[in-house]
């Protein structure tokens, strides 16, 4: 079988038997078939027309629509009466209409183990002005979720990573020459997590033996990127910037490693 360049995967979840969050309905099906006995869920059947499933649920049956988002019920036009549950990857339908509020929804990502995921995102000196508040609506890349770190590169004259902040939505997509003059595509609210004491310039990444092949330092972070597998050497080099007694591992990526920097 040849190696296929356009296949996607999910972020890195720790469930026996799938190595990825799902990017599909049929994955979300998959994974609730592998976590159902851990969240109390007895199936009877699956079907493939509306609604998905019939299964058991403390004590009583439930009718299920599997959603890869939440949102996706409404999108894809099913009758609200036609279901008591759905159950989806994550939940962004919290404010639905409320002739869909009566349904449960069950988000299989915090049963998961997934790990957030870390983007750099770039400012110019224009927009500036607008990250000087500790929450700001900010382009991110088409991937992004709740939990997930961005770290944010000023160009030039500043040329440096100088804050990291916490995506917490809500999410907003903007057509070209919208109405409310943001710029155009997927917009999600941030909170910051840090303003560095000392900011990471792209000198040092630059120079640094760990950072100075990451494509993302050879573009010199133009645009936002996905750096979840660069966020480890990074993470060294801020290390040891900091003076950061912690000891390095692995494991700690996104935000859980940006709590270690702020504490240090």
């Known amino acids: 079988m040849k190696a296929n360049a356009d296949l996607k995967y999910g972020r890195p979840i720790t469930v026996s038997g799938m190595a990825y969050a799902p990017i599909s309905e049929l994955g979300v099906v998959f994974l609730f078939g592998r976590l159902a006995p851990t969240l109390g869920f007895h199936v009877e059947y699956i079907h493939p027309y509306f609604p998905d499933c019939i299964a058991r649920h403390k004590g009583k049956l ?27 990857w994550e939940n962004d339908w919290e404010d639905r209409p409320k002739k869909y509020r009566h349904l449960e929804i069950i988000s299989l990502k915090p049963s998961s183990g997934a790990l957030p995921r870390v983007h750099v995102v770039c400012s110019n000196k224009s927009n500036f002005a607008e990250l000087s508040t500790s929450r700001v609506e900010w382009n991110v890349p088409s ?11 000023r160009s030039a004259p500043a040329s440096a990573i100088c804050d990291a902040w916490e995506v917490v939505g809500p999410f907003n997509r903007y057509s070209k020459h919208n109405r409310q003059g943001r710029w155009p595509g997927l917009q999600a609210y ?3 997590l840090v303003q560095l004491k000392r900011p990471l310039t792209f000198e040092i990444l630059k120079r640094a033996p760990e950072t100075r092949n990451l494509s993302i330092v050879r573009r010199r972070f133009r645009g936002k990127s996905d ?8 993470y060294q080099v801020l290390g040891r910037v900091f003076k950061m007694v912690e000891p390095f591992r692995a494991d700690r990526v996104g935000v859980g490693a940006c709590i270690i920097l702020i504490a240090s």
């Open 62 to 88: 439930r009718r299920i629509e599997f959603e890869l988002w939440a949102s996706d019920f409404g999108n894809h036009g099913h009758d609200p009466k036609g279901a008591d549950m759905i159950v989806c």
């Open 143 to 153: 991937q992004t979720q709740k939990g997930d770190l961005v770290l944010m590169y």
């Open 190 to 192: 941030m909170k910051r």
């Open 227 to 234: 750096i979840t597998l660069d966020w480890f050497p990074i």
